[in-house]
């Protein structure tokens, strides 16, 4: 999971979002349409809205669907028109013909090829201010961060930041063995090197309070996963760049629940339920939260509204993105400075499974 947090000035109603939302829902790839994406009904119904609330907690369904099409097939596609080209009037495609011949052959092509389809559950708690989305690819919510902002008028966010980095906070709960309250360090963690080597450490099912571990952090390698369990209820994995991987819900969760209980509201309300306290404790653990765009977007529209006139523009603080200007999906905000996350991704959520 990504955590954002939302400025304060954003006040809407459900209704507004569903509106929004319906205004930009997901239709299946045309025949040479290489990706489609939009949204849909969280419940699965086909007419539902798009946007639900279970416990005071909103739900959405980002879903994505692109085409299949083999580079080595495209190549051979491509080759054979070029070869073509060179029987018919003796010569070889140039540099610019040979794209040409390309993006022909692709449109040639995309029509039969198979499609996949993934989809990312969108959590929004509007009580607590934040924007989380299920997904560990940050190039993949930098691409709904954006649909959402252009889709909501007047919608900031930032990503959440801390005082202390994750990587800092894991090297001294492994190095002094001192987990924060309320949580324990599990039997999972990789370490990787600074150095030009790029050395890398994994442990698996294996205890992380040896000797071991602590020698490699004093030769310089750091934490950049800490498998961790929260109040003996959630299991999760924390990352570098502060993303919340491998939730496992323990058993303690469910008692008191019967065996047939479930479906989209019992799975929602225990999800959002567990991780609106887990993800305070977190930011806690790790030094509390660093002041971000949003909180320096909302300072501002105070001072304006008071006669301040002297609020410039919310700027990026740490890992926070400059809350007055929408993300891009390339990773970049208008203005060109970069975005921080995690290069790579772990695959979606599937589309059958619960939300979280």
Same mark, same amino acid.
């Given at each position: 999971m990504i955590v954002y947090r939302i400025a304060p000035q954003w006040q809407v109603e459900l209704t507004?979002?569903?509106? &929004?939302?319906? +205004?930009?829902? $997901?239709?299946?790839?045309g025949a040479t349409q290489e990706k489609s994406l939009g949204w849909v009904p969280p419940r699965g119904d086909p007419h539902g809205p798009m946007a639900e609330s279970v416990g005071g907690q909103w739900i959405l369904r980002f879903m994505v669907e692109s085409k299949v099409l083999p580079g080595s097939v495209l190549a051979r596609r491509v080759k054979e028109k070029a070869e073509r080209i060179e029987q018919e009037t003796g010569r070889k495609p140039g540099k610019k013909e040979s794209k040409e011949l390309k993006d022909e052959a692709k449109l040639d092509l995309l029509p039969m090829a198979f499609t996949k389809q993934g989809s990312m559950w969108v959590w929004i708690d509007t009580a607590s201010r934040l924007l989380v989305l @299920?997904?560990?690819? %940050?190039?993949?919510?930098?691409e709904v961060v954006t649909l959402l902002v252009e889709a909501l008028p007047g919608l900031s966010v930032s990503l959440l930041n801390t005082q202390t980095? !994750? %990587?800092?906070?894991?090297? =001294?709960?492994? +190095?002094? %063995?001192?987990?924060?309250?309320? $949580?324990?360090?599990?039997?999972?963690?990789?370490? +990787?090197?600074?150095?030009?080597?790029k050395a890398v450490v994994?442990? &698996?099912?294996h205890p992380l309070d040896?000797?071991?571990? %602590?020698? =490699?952090?004093?030769a310089g390698k750091l934490p950049t996963k800490l498998a961790l369990t929260w109040d003996d209820r959630v299991s999760f994995m924390l990352t570098e760049g502060l993303q919340i991987k491998k939730v496992s819900f323990l058993d303690t969760v469910f008692e008191g629940t019967k065996a047939d209980d479930g479906g989209f509201d019992t799975d929602v309300a225990i999800a959002t339920g567990e991780l609106v306290k887990l993800i305070p404790d977190l930011i806690e653990a790790l030094g509390g939260e660093a002041e971000s765009g949003v909180a320096s977007a909302a300072q501002a529209v105070a001072g304006?509204?008071?006669?301040?006139? *002297?609020?410039?523009? &919310?700027?990026?603080?740490?890992?926070?993105?400059?809350?007055t200007v929408p993300v891009s999906p390339k990773g970049k905000d208008v203005v060109?400075?970069?975005? /921080? *996350?995690?290069? /790579?991704? !772990?695959? @979606? /959520?599937?589309?059958?499974?619960?939300? $979280?």
């Open positions: 507004q979002v569903e509106e &929004a939302l319906a +205004k930009v829902p $997901f239709l299946e790839c @299920d997904t560990g690819s %940050q190039g993949r919510a930098d980095s !994750p %990587q800092a906070a894991m090297s =001294h709960w492994l +190095k002094e %063995q001192e987990p924060p309250v309320g $949580f324990t360090v599990d039997r999972e963690c990789e370490l +990787k090197s600074a150095s030009e080597e994994r442990y &698996a099912r040896i000797e071991e571990v %602590q020698a =490699h952090i004093d304006a509204a008071n006669g301040g006139g *002297g609020g410039a523009s &919310a700027s990026a603080s740490g890992a926070g993105l400059d809350a060109g400075r970069a975005i /921080t *996350g995690p290069a /790579t991704a !772990p695959v @979606d /959520t599937d589309p059958e499974s619960a939300p $979280f």
